[in-house]
């Protein structure tokens, strides 16, 4: 009883780890993801929607979530465009935390205030101890309202 008992404790807690931010649940990331990444973190959003267009796989969260953060930070924005992949992630995986977060924040720039606050509701209840992504949304959100 306490083997199986344990057993399901770890699949539980190991399951967790697969709900997603914006990486994948493999222990090596493909290569596509690993340098959309690198081109976002350096704010090269043209290059990684380049990558991204480039890859093999494009049904997966993760490469949604990627898409719809590129479209939506490079200049000029591509607002309708994020907003399909981010609908499309979450359709995937309706707790990818960072697709949650992100999509969010594509509200607020659409003056979506209430939108944006039902997406901070999920975040809640799936990170209810908290999370980056769920911080991350409450202060763009206080920001938002602030500017009001």
Known sequence: MKKNLLTLCMFW???LSCIARDVTA???????F?????????K????AIHVLTQADEKQSADWHNLMGFSLRSKTPIERAKAEQHYKAALEKNPMHLGAL?????LLL???DVSGAETLLKRLEKICPSGCEELSDLQKSVANFKAKK
């Not at 977060?101 to 924040?105: C, F, I, L, V």
Request: charged residues 25%; proline residues 6%.
């Open 44 to 47: 090269n959003y043209e290059l």
């Open 109 to 111: 720039l659409k003056n």
């Open 26 to 32: 493999d222990l090596s990331p493909p290569e596509w």
């Open 101 to 105: 977060e992100y999509y969010g924040e």
């Open 34 to 42: 690993t340098q959309a990444r690198q081109a976002i973190d350096v």
């Open 13 to 15: 807690a190991l399951s």
